[in-house]
Structure formats: C-alpha cells, structure tokens
C-alpha cells in the first residue's frame, strides 16, 4: 500500500498528460475540476464516444470528461461545448481549439527514419497543411499555431513503441490565449 502523502497527492494529481486531453474549449485545469459538474452532458453527445467520465481512482477529478487521443480522438464536432451547462467547455470553432499540440518523435517516425515513405499523419489531419505539412523531404512538420490537438494524427500513426506511445503523441495544453472565462 502507498504511504498516505504519495496516495492523497495521486488524487490531487491532473489525469491531463501526453495523449490524455480535455475536450475542446476546455477552461485552465487549474480551474477545471471544481468549475465541472459533472453532469455527463459531454460525453452523452459526443457521436464518436471520444470523450469517457474519469472513475473514482482519478481523485477530485472523478466524473470529469477525458480524452484517450490514441484510443479514440476528437473529431472536432463541437457537439460538446454547446451542451455544457457550466461553461466548463467554453462555446469555440474548430479552429480555435487548442487541446494540445502534436509533437513528432523523429527517433520514432518511420519517415524520419527514412525506413518507408509514411504520411498517415498529414493525410488524417483535419487541417492539412495548416496544423501538419510535409517538409521537401515529405516528412512531417507540425505547425504549431494551427493544431488543435485532436488526436487524430496520433490515433492514425501504424508506429507503436512498447509503452504504448505513437511516433507522433499529443502534449497538452492547458490554456489558450484564445479562450476567455
């Protein structure tokens, strides 16, 4: 059994990590958990099942919607934010959102490595030259002013290392300039 400081600082610890993302619109985490309540509303109209209701061994934040980008990812519909009822998920565009941003693993990639010619992740991206571009050598280039951290590219990537990561994996973001709450 953990020592009680390691176990309350678990459920006091974010569950927003690489590739675990809040849905779109999402206000800072800081302030998340105790803005959300929890109602489900999210993950009720949510056409692709992207977005699951944390259990009870996510602490404090128990109940609040999450997104396992490499499982399912977002597919950008925005059916979200106009159910939620607290304001939690702010009401944003497509382009506005700012879950996170795809980052290449070029030691991972396999058209970094030049080991075959993949482009699973630009051809997925809802926002194709705009969020990922192939560079002259057609490997992928993430632009970071337009990717919204969907997952998409993730959930597509054929490269799985064996803790579960993909060649191109989703760092979150925690706040956007963009939103106002």
Same mark, same amino acid.
């Given at each position: 059994? /953990?020592? #009680?400081?390691?176990?309350?600082?678990? /459920?006091?610890?974010?569950?927003?990590?690489?590739?675990?993302? !809040?849905?779109?619109?999402?206000?800072?985490?800081?302030? +998340?958990?105790?803005?959300?309540?929890?109602?489900?509303?999210?993950?009720?109209?949510?056409?692709?099942?992207?977005?699951?209701?944390?259990?009870?061994?996510?602490?404090?934040?128990?109940?609040?919607? /999450?997104?396992? #980008? *490499?499982?399912?990812?977002?597919? /950008?519909?925005?059916?979200? &934010? =106009?159910?939620?009822? %607290?304001?939690?998920?702010?009401?944003?565009? =497509?382009? =506005?959102? !700012?879950?996170?941003?795809?980052?290449?693993?070029?030691?991972?990639?396999?058209?970094?490595?030049?080991?075959?010619?993949?482009?699973?992740?630009?051809?997925?991206?809802?926002?194709?030259? =705009?969020?990922?571009?192939?560079?002259? *050598?057609?490997?992928?280039?993430?632009? *970071?002013?337009?990717? %919204?951290?969907?997952?998409?590219?993730?959930?597509?990537?054929? +490269?799985?290392?064996?803790?579960?990561?993909?060649?191109?994996?989703?760092?979150?973001? +925690? #706040?956007?300039?963009? &939103?106002?709450?």
């Amino acid at each position: 059994m /953990l020592p #009680a400081p390691v176990r309350a600082k678990k /459920l006091l610890s974010s569950p927003v990590t690489r590739n675990r993302l !809040r849905p779109p619109g999402a206000v800072p985490e800081e302030i +998340f958990a105790g803005k959300c309540i929890r109602c489900g509303r999210c993950v009720e109209v949510c056409p692709y099942k992207s977005i699951i209701p944390l259990d009870f061994r996510s602490g404090v934040y128990a109940g609040t919607p /999450l997104i396992f #980008a *490499e499982n399912v990812p977002c597919y /950008l519909c925005m059916k979200c &934010v =106009q159910v939620c009822p %607290t304001g939690t998920l702010q009401k944003i565009s =497509q382009e =506005q959102t !700012r879950m996170g941003l795809a980052v290449v693993n070029k030691h991972q990639c396999f058209a970094w490595q030049e080991r075959t010619l993949c482009r699973t992740c630009y051809d997925v991206c809802p926002f194709k030259n =705009q969020a990922i571009m192939l560079d002259e *050598e057609l490997k992928p280039v993430v632009l *970071e002013d337009h990717c %919204t951290g969907c997952g998409i590219c993730t959930h597509a990537c054929p +490269f799985t290392a064996e803790n579960g990561e993909k060649a191109i994996n989703i760092e979150p973001l +925690f #706040a956007s300039a963009i &939103v106002k709450w």
